[in-house]
């Protein structure tokens, strides 16, 4: 599953929303649970904040993690 894919869903839950149907869910479900919202709006953030593959790691150089040569040394 594709991360937006995932934030779409959790998005929508936290909002209260069947992300499947798009109906309101009742007031006594458990996604209307004031807990359980905050929490759904919590992962929503955390997910939306989290850096790209691409930004994750920094470059580094080619012969990074090699040991060094004699010269080097």
Known sequence: MEEARAIAI??????????STGEIFPGDS???SADVV???????????ARPTKARER???????????TADED
């Open 30 to 32: 458990p996604y209307q």
């Open 58 to 68: 920094p470059a580094t150089p080619g012969n990074a993690g090699k040991p060094w």
């Open 10 to 19: 959790v998005s929508a839950l936290a909002n209260g929303v069947n992300p």
């Open 38 to 48: 905050r929490a759904l709006f919590l992962v929503t953030r955390l997910l939306e």
